[in-house]
């Protein structure tokens, strides 16, 4: 299985709103990243989990909280979004966060809207 | 400075065409990788190739080919006989041994969006 699925696909939510995206893999992989992707741009890198520890917050904001359950799962809480956080949000895998384990695999994404 | 560069923001060819897209890199480290994904509309980043930097042999895959040259920095992609379905955006990236840190970090070009008309 060298697949990671995510969902919701697509989620509209107010500001005021609580919701989460999910993510998970069966690959064994013991890294696991969320990225957020505007239009017309590349992803750009938020968290990423080795060991279901977090190693990486690149400075997103605290709206964002991210939770690594157990090895293949890997969720992102939302909590009083702005309009400007609407976006696709990615989320991948790879055997290890570490050259050269890090040949990571991506999820097909959720397309968040905030109204 | 930007460690990848995609010269090209957008290629519309019609079908049939031969297409190259280029990606140029930047890096102090002699061990890397270099990737290339495609992202159709649906938004899924799709792996196409991973090469390593001491592997400079040319890959072909079907209609997909990579050519990989050390002497000018550069992992140019080609396609032969385009589709429609290979209409999407193509992004290429660099992850590096020493300078990428513990993170994962994969270094994307802005991507090139290619349009296949029929």
């Known amino acids: 299985d060298t697949e990671v699925t995510q969902t919701p696909k697509h989620l509209v939510m107010g500001m005021t709103n609580k919701k989460s995206l999910k993510c998970e893999q069966h690959?064994?992989?013991?890294?696991m990243y969320w990225y957020k992707q505007k239009a017309k741009k590349p992803p750009e890198l938020m968290f990423v989990y080795s060991y279901e520890k977090l190693s990486i917050n690149e400075s997103v904001p605290s709206r964002f909280s991210p939770e690594c359950p157990n090895s293949s799962l890997l969720n992102l809480h939302l909590h009083a979004l702005q309009p400007e956080d609407s976006a696709l949000y990615l989320c991948a895998s790879s055997q290890a966060d570490r050259f050269p384990y890090n040949e990571q695999f991506f999820g097909p994404g959720t397309r968040l809207t905030v109204l | 400075a930007q460690k990848v560069t995609q010269a090209q923001t957008e290629i519309s060819v019609v079908e049939k065409e031969d297409v190259t897209l280029d990606c140029v890199y930047e890096?102090?480290?002699?061990?890397?990788?270099l990737f290339w994904y495609k992202q159709p509309p649906s938004g899924e980043l799709v792996f196409l190739i991973r090469?390593?930097?001491?592997?400079?042999q040319n890959e072909i895959s079907g209609r997909y080919s990579w050519n990989f040259q050390k002497s000018t920095s550069s992992f140019n992609f080609t396609i032969t006989a385009s589709q429609v379905v290979d209409s999407a955006v193509y992004f290429c990236?660099?992850?590096?041994?020493?300078?990428?840190?513990?993170?994962?970090?994969?270094?994307f070009g802005k991507g090139t969006k290619l349009s296949v008309k029929p």
């Open positions: 990236a660099l992850s590096e041994e020493n300078y990428g840190g513990s993170q994962g970090n994969l270094i």
């Open positions: 690959m064994g992989h013991r890294a």
């Open positions: 090469r390593n930097s001491f592997d400079e």
């Open positions: 890096t102090r480290d002699t061990t890397y990788y």
